[in-house]
């Protein structure tokens, strides 16, 4: 006989996060009729998604029409299917190309997001698709989503931690239990509640990327030495209670590490606005003990990921004068903190880095020339707009070793977004949106799509959470 339930709480959809993807859809499941609460388990709204960029990509969009940028739906799905060695589940990725733009669209129309006017080319990209939020921060999309939220009268249950699943006797997720007051350095603080689900929950509790436990079940390479970028919380106990009632998981094993990171700061740090945003496009990656190249700067994140471990120690990102001030970016905070270096000379560069200052000039030389001639024979990197010749002073360094930054791997979904069990069938009462899911991105994401994918399928996951779930509007 099945003991009955006293819940404390009552709505129709329980969204889990409140990053990028929970509060999109929890967003759109108002909009779309049904009573909504947003479960965080932290002090604060925005989980990993508020440190992040902010970038986001699309094709087709007026940005890039203003600056007679040539892009279609079909480019980018190409371009995300290389990235990801075809790993990628098409459908998923068809739906990506195909509602970016509305969902970049629907962040600066409907919650009013303030983006840069600029187009960015980034690594696996064919073309500039890439837009950044307003101080390049995810925190700028965040308070606009936070703002919406509040508008329409969505309530945020901070420090509420979610622990297990509450199924009906035919298996239909129903609801859950949460700890209230949850301190995440003192998990025996708070009290359990009961909140009852009437349509469904949504679970948004992002990536995996700081559980070591958990990563390195998938990559034995990522123990706790390896760093990463995201937040300490950055956990899989969400994905693991879905696991647990039998759901269905892909790509577990493809984990991204982010090539643009510094060793001498912690987590995502600043070092990176030198060099994912300056350095890949128009200066060069320079292995220290040789002086050389050794990798087309402008690839995908995997490639430059495994070429940086297969050197086996941190290598040296250089940039001129030139190509800083050209890039538009300010790199003063990585100056005033020491993660970005200046040099008046190439020699001394070399001589502060140890490298071969002969290998260095060659190294250098070699580059101009295919900038000049229009063609990189060495390693094939795309000379973008912009890409001028190694030669202004001050010449700008900074040391490059990968941390762990995105998990492609999660539970597998629907094109609705509704969790799918081990067999197949659907997990009723269950959907999924942004890093906790996989398949979208196969074998390694290109940048700015995390948010373009939390915003297109957490939507999905908020409309039909709303209007499917109880089976009254199939």
């Known amino acids: 006989?099945?003991?009955?339930?006293?819940?404390?709480?009552?709505?129709?959809?329980?969204?889990?996060?409140?990053?990028?993807?929970?509060?999109?859809?929890?967003?759109?499941?108002?909009?779309?009729?049904?009573?909504?609460?947003?479960?965080?388990?932290?002090?604060?709204?925005?989980?990993?998604?508020?440190i992040s960029d902010g970038g986001i990509a699309a094709p087709e969009t007026n940005m890039q029409k203003a600056r007679f940028i040539t892009d279609s739906k079909e480019l980018m799905y190409k371009d995300i299917m290389a990235s990801?060695?075809?790993?990628?589940?098409?459908?998923?990725?068809?739906?990506?190309?195909?509602?970016?733009?509305?969902?970049?669209?629907?962040?600066?129309?409907?919650?009013?997001?303030?983006?840069?006017?600029?187009?960015?080319?980034?690594?696996?990209?064919?073309?500039?698709?890439?837009?950044?939020?307003?101080?390049?921060?995810?925190?700028?999309?965040?308070?606009?989503?936070?703002?919406?939220?509040?508008?329409?009268?969505?309530?945020?249950?901070?420090?509420?931690?979610?622990?297990t699943f509450i199924l009906d006797?035919?298996?239909?997720?129903?609801?859950?239990?949460?700890?209230?007051?949850?301190?995440?350095?003192?998990?025996?603080?708070?009290?359990?509640?009961?909140?009852?689900?009437?349509?469904?929950?949504?679970?948004?509790?992002?990536?995996?990327?700081?559980?070591?436990a958990f990563r390195i079940k998938?990559?034995?390479?990522?123990?706790?030495?390896?760093?990463?970028?995201?937040?300490?919380?950055?956990?899989?106990?969400?994905?693991?209670?879905?696991?647990?009632?039998?759901?269905?998981t892909v790509d577990m094993n493809a984990i991204q590490l982010g090539p643009w990171a510094c060793p001498d700061e912690k987590g995502y740090g600043i070092g990176p606005m030198f060099s994912e945003y300056i350095v890949f496009q128009y200066g060069m990656i320079i292995d220290p003990e040789i002086g050389e190249r050794f990798v087309n700067e402008l690839a995908?994140?995997?490639?430059?990921?495994?070429?940086?471990?297969?050197?086996?120690?941190?290598?040296?990102?250089?940039?001129?004068?030139?190509?800083?001030?050209?890039?538009g970016w300010d790199i003063g905070k990585a100056l005033k903190r020491g993660i970005v270096l200046p040099f008046d000379s190439i020699e001394k560069l070399a001589e502060h880095y140890n490298m071969p200052e002969e290998a260095l000039h060659k190294t250098i030389k070699t580059y101009n020339e295919g900038v000049t001639q229009g063609t990189d024979q060495a390693y094939s990197k795309p000379i973008i707009e912009g890409a001028g010749v190694f030669a202004k002073p001050p010449f700008y360094a900074m040391r490059l070793w990968p941390k762990v930054h995105h998990t492609m791997g999660g539970l597998k979904i629907t094109s609705d977004c509704e969790v799918l069990d081990t067999t197949g069938k659907v997990i009723e009462g269950l959907y999924a949106a942004g890093e906790v899911t996989g398949g979208v991105h196969g074998a390694s994401r290109l940048g700015s799509l995390a948010i373009s994918e939390c915003l297109v399928f957490g939507r999905i996951a908020g409309r039909h959470a709303a209007t499917k779930a109880d089976g009254s509007n199939t």
């Open 1 to 50: 006989m099945r003991t009955l339930i006293t819940y404390d709480i009552e709505t129709d959809v329980i969204v889990i996060g409140s990053g990028f993807a929970g509060l999109s859809a929890a967003i759109e499941a108002k909009n779309a009729g049904a009573d909504v609460l947003v479960f965080e388990k932290m002090k604060a709204v925005g989980g990993n998604s508020i």
């Open 84 to 163: 990801g060695l075809d790993m990628n589940d098409k459908d998923l990725v068809r739906i990506l190309v195909d509602q970016s733009k509305e969902a970049f669209d629907w962040s600066i129309n409907y919650l009013e997001v303030p983006y840069l006017d600029r187009v960015d080319q980034f690594g696996g990209h064919s073309v500039a698709r890439c837009y950044t939020a307003f101080n390049t921060t995810g925190a700028s999309i965040i308070k606009k989503q936070v703002e919406k939220v509040t508008e329409l009268g969505i309530p945020i249950k901070k420090q509420t931690y979610f622990k």
């Open 169 to 212: 006797a035919a298996g239909k997720v129903i609801g859950g239990i949460f700890r209230e007051g949850y301190d995440y350095k003192d998990a025996q603080k708070g009290k359990d509640i009961y909140v009852k689900s009437n349509k469904a929950i949504i679970l948004a509790t992002g990536g995996f990327s700081s559980d070591v």
């Open 218 to 248: 998938y990559d034995s390479r990522l123990t706790k030495q390896m760093e990463t970028t995201n937040k300490p919380f950055a956990t899989a106990e969400g994905m693991i209670e879905s696991m647990r009632i039998g759901a269905d």
């Open 300 to 327: 995908d994140r995997k490639v430059l990921s495994d070429e940086l471990l297969s050197i086996g120690h941190p290598c040296i990102g250089i940039a001129d004068a030139g190509a800083v001030e050209y890039s």
